[in-house]
Every structure is written in C-alpha cells, then in structure tokens.
C-alpha cells in the first residue's frame, strides 16, 4: 500500500457524494453543531457504516480532542478510511455487519457520547433498522446522542416528493458537465486500482451493485428511537431531500 494516495481517495468520494447531496458539507455542520451543544467538544464518537470516514475526518477537524471507532462492513471504503487515518492514534475501526445482532461484539468502548451516521442505513429494511436502533440504544450513554443523516421519506406526499426528485436530477444532470463521477463511475475506477482493486471485487459480493431499504419518514425514525428507549427524538436540519435526526439518550 505504500505510495497510495489516500486522501486524493477520500478527496474523491467526497466529490462523488456531494454530486448527489449539494448540501451535504451544511448537513456535516449541523450535526458537529448539535454534537457540541449536546455533548461537548470532547466526544467519544461512534462512526456508524463510517465508509471512508468523512464524519470522522471532520469530526477531529473541528475537535481535535474528540476520539472515534469507524465501523464498516465495506473493504474498499474500509482500507481507504485506514489508510487516510493511519497515523491517527485518535481513530479505530472495526469490521461489522449490523445486521449480525453481534455486530458491536468487536467495539472497543461499551458507551459513546454520540453515535453518528449519514447517508448509510437507508440500505437497511425496517425490521433490520428497528432491532439496530435498539442496540444503538444501548452503546448511547444517557444524555448522548444519536444522530442519523439520511433519505428519508414522506410517502404521504406524492407530488412534492416527485416534484423535488426531478429537479434535483435536473440540477445534477447540469453538474455532470463539470466533470462529476456518479456512483457507478467511481467504483468502476477504484477497481482499476491496483491497491483496491481486491477490496472493491470483495464489496461487490457482499452488496451487489445497490441496496435501497424502505427509506421511511422521518416520523417513523423517531417513533421507533423512542420506542427503543431514546428519550427525546427529532429532525434538527432538513433539505427537501435529505434528513437529519437526531435523538437523545
């Protein structure tokens, strides 16, 4: 792995997501915001389906005594996150399924001041995502926090919901002529890698092209955290297309 550059890696998923969420760097801001009044600059994070760990990148930016644990189940978005954070004695990751109910088995901390996730669990269907948010209940310590930056969707809203969804394609058909990867584009170039050429073949047989789970509304979220034992549970930043949630222990 040696000569890898790592951050252009993380440089370029980052590019590649926020082709799909414009507001995607306002949405981090919020969440860092809300971790501070809620927990303090000092946090212990759990960065939850942490990918190549751009909540974490963030986080320690903005508070360098903060400390993180990255778990993932993806090898390619995994080795970029280990190699980008290498000689960070503030970050660990650990390998997980969380659909596996062990998943947290291998976490180095039984409690976190904030458990942190975007644009991730909408892969998950409802009854995997309910039994996680109870488990989430758990490594939360009380007055903690849990956040959940993600689609999420009002199906009582139809032609809002249609309308919304064509002009954010129109705005990121525009955008391609910039020069913007889409999802398919940029694995196809991270399996051209010689370095993540073998994680990337490894994530294509664990999920297959893409997973969408139900994507519920952002009342569904909240019910179901407080359901799990969270005890307060709402949206504290919304785009017309994106949610961000959060829930207190």
Not at 52 to 64: A, E
Not at 144 to 168: L, S, W, Y
Not at 189 to 200: F, H, I, Q
Not at 216 to 244: I, K, Q
Request: glycine share 6%.
């Amino acid at each position: 792995m040696t000569g890898t550059d790592w951050a252009a890696w993380q440089q370029s998923w980052d590019r590649q997501q926020e082709w799909y969420m414009p507001d995607r760097e306002e949405r981090f801001r919020v969440m860092l915001d809300m971790v501070e009044a809620m927990v303090g600059p000092k946090p212990r994070v759990l960065d939850l389906a942490c990918g190549t760990g751009s909540i974490t990148d963030r986080l320690l930016k903005r508070f360098p005594e903060a400390t993180s644990t990255g778990v993932d189940l993806d090898p390619a978005l995994l080795a970029i996150a280990e190699g980008y954070f290498a000689d960070d004695e503030r970050v660990t990751f650990v390998t997980a399924d969380l659909k596996d109910p062990d998943w947290a088995a291998g976490l180095p901390h039984d409690a976190y001041d904030a458990v942190l996730t975007a644009t991730a669990l909408h892969w998950l269907h409802s009854e995997p995502l309910t039994a996680l948010y109870g488990r989430l209940a758990g490594l939360v310590r009380d007055d903690g926090v849990f956040m959940n930056a993600d689609h999420m969707i009002d199906t009582t809203t139809p032609r809002i919901n249609a309308a919304e969804r064509a002009q954010r394609h129109a705005v990121m058909d525009r955008a391609r002529t910039g020069g913007a990867l889409d999802w398919a584009e940029w694995w196809a170039l991270a399996a051209e890698d010689p370095v993540l050429a073998g994680p990337t073949a490894r994530r294509f047989e664990i999920y297959g092209e893409h997973a969408d789970g139900d994507m519920p509304s952002p009342r569904w979220h909240a019910d179901t955290l407080l359901a799990a034992g969270f005890g307060e549970a709402r949206t504290v930043w919304a785009s017309p297309s994106d949610t961000l949630l959060l829930a207190v222990k």
